[in-house]
């Protein structure tokens, strides 16, 4: 029997595939994992991605036989039914991979071209320059860098790093959270995970949990690797259940190699997780 956590790790296997073009190889892994709703959203989603909207669209009105009102599943329908119909253009579908234990929403790296390009408008007339005077009255602040230093006050805190970047905020543990070679919790890094879903419980904010794994000789280099996704599925659910949040609030995806929370290369800091906190 396939378990809620292992049904997770292979959906989001098979995101990865199809983001790498491996649309056959991520159906046959989906196919294999029952008809749930979650899965069968994603199914949809990658014969969609790759052109065959009749596909995608059978596979949604599966989705809707379970669950009338599946928002995503009405969504994708609706917008497969209006591509079809020529009412408007094909673009990117996101691939969302939703588990108990995680989310895991990856860009799709193809685009559904349309048939027909639609002309660029032609380019609007161009203002003159305003003064200075007017320059200085015009600007006003920018909200989003506002809610980035507020959240940055809000986050502090003596056992982390925190770092602005311009999609959020990233939170870098300052000690290790998993035992050597495990994706299980030390006591002590449940704990830090612990006080951090209360934390985050109320916020208006995205958050994406990233799991590390130590490079090992012999090892990949690149590419993340499952023991990072497996530990970033582990601080979620523990995020989750203290902050009183279905786990689907949060995604959960591995961490490049290249990125280590400590430069150092320490393996007991950074066998770890990191979060990525954005402002909604």
Do not use: C
Not at 239 to 262: C, I, M, N, W, Y
């Amino acid at each position: 029997m396939i378990t809620a956590q292992v049904r997770g790790f292979d959906r989001a296997r098979a995101a990865e595939l199809a983001r790498a073009g491996e649309h056959d190889a991520a159906v046959r892994i989906l196919d294999g994992l029952g008809r749930d709703p979650d899965t069968l959203d994603l199914l949809a989603r990658v014969h969609a991605q790759r052109g065959d909207f009749a596909a995608a669209a059978e596979v949604w009105s599966e989705v809707l036989a379970q669950d009338p009102t599946n928002p995503s599943a009405l969504a994708g329908t609706k917008l497969i039914t209006a591509i079809t119909e020529g009412k408007r253009r094909a673009r990117p579908l996101p691939l969302a991979v939703i588990g108990s234990t995680a989310v895991v929403v990856a860009a799709l790296a193809g685009v559904l071209m349309a048939q027909q390009q639609t002309p660029a408008p032609p380019p609007l007339p161009t203002a003159a320059p305003p003064s200075p005077a007017t320059q200085s009255a015009a600007v006003t602040p920018d909200p989003r860098e506002a809610a980035l230093r507020s959240l940055m006050t809000e986050l502090a805190g003596a056992d982390v790093r925190l770092e602005q970047h311009d999609d959020g905020v990233r939170v870098v543990f300052q000690r290790g959270m998993f035992l050597p070679d495990s994706t299980e919790l030390s006591q002590e890094g449940r704990g830090q995970l612990e006080r951090w879903g209360r934390l985050l419980r109320g916020k208006e904010v995205r958050v994406t949990v990233l799991g590390h794994g130590v490079v090992v000789p012999g090892g990949p280099t690149t590419g993340g690797s499952a023991t990072a996704l497996a530990r970033a599925a582990a601080a979620v659910e523990v995020l989750a259940d203290a902050g009183e949040q279905p786990a689907t609030t949060f995604a959960a995806r591995s961490a490049d190699q290249t990125e280590a929370p400590h430069a150092d290369g320490n393996p007991a800091v950074n066998r770890t997780v990191s979060l990525l906190v954005e402002p909604r």
